[in-house]
């Protein structure tokens, strides 16, 4: 089985010319599992041209009530309607920071998510995401 969430970050940080042990990524079972299902609900919930970025600091010591959380928060980003705009929260003891980002990109699905080690900053791995998805638009 490919571990998608690694092939996409490895090429997302190529392109930043960064590795994903420099930035403190996760890639085990648990954090491809929670991220499979965040993506499956943010292909039904985000509109066409938009893009979610994700990143939740390790440990996921609840997996379902993280995911449960975080579709909630990103229900009420999507909602909010405020592209670029970062949200912060914490989730069963992980932070989670959101942003939506409006492109033309049709290459790219509708959540990129990252999980990181605790003493990661998030933001930067959103910047770094956000400048790979504009990059991508044609």
Same mark, same amino acid.
């Not at 996409?8 to 648990?30: N, Q, T, Y």
């Given at each position: 089985?490919?571990?998608?969430?690694?092939?996409?970050?490895?090429?997302?940080?190529?392109?930043?010319? %960064?590795?994903?042990?420099?930035?403190?990524?996760?890639?085990?079972?648990?954090?491809?599992?929670?991220?499979?299902?965040?993506?499956?609900?943010?292909?039904?919930?985000?509109?066409? $041209?938009?893009?979610?970025?994700? +990143?939740?600091? +390790?440990?996921?010591?609840?997996?379902?009530?993280?995911?449960?959380? +975080?579709?909630?928060?990103?229900?009420? %980003?999507?909602?909010? $309607?405020? *592209? $670029?705009?970062?949200?912060?929260?914490?989730?069963?003891?992980?932070? %989670?920071?959101?942003?939506?980002?409006?492109?033309?990109?049709?290459?790219?699905?509708?959540?990129?998510?990252?999980?990181?080690?605790?003493?990661?900053?998030?933001? *930067?791995? %959103?910047?770094? +995401?956000?400048?790979?998805?504009?990059?991508?638009?044609?």
């Amino acid at each position: 089985m490919t571990n998608f969430e690694k092939d996409f970050a490895d090429e997302i940080l190529r392109a930043s010319g %960064l590795s994903a042990s420099k930035l403190g990524l996760r890639f085990d079972r648990v954090v491809v599992r929670v991220l499979g299902g965040l993506r499956a609900f943010a292909e039904s919930a985000a509109p066409p $041209g938009v893009t979610i970025l994700l +990143a939740i600091s +390790a440990p996921i010591r609840s997996p379902a009530k993280t995911a449960d959380d +975080a579709k909630r928060e990103i229900g009420a %980003l999507l909602s909010a $309607g405020t *592209p $670029g705009a970062d949200r912060i929260a914490t989730l069963q003891g992980a932070s %989670l920071r959101l942003r939506v980002i409006d492109h033309s990109s049709t290459r790219v699905g509708r959540l990129i998510g990252f999980v990181h080690n605790p003493d990661s900053a998030s933001k *930067p791995l %959103l910047d770094i +995401a956000e400048h790979w998805l504009r990059a991508q638009a044609p």
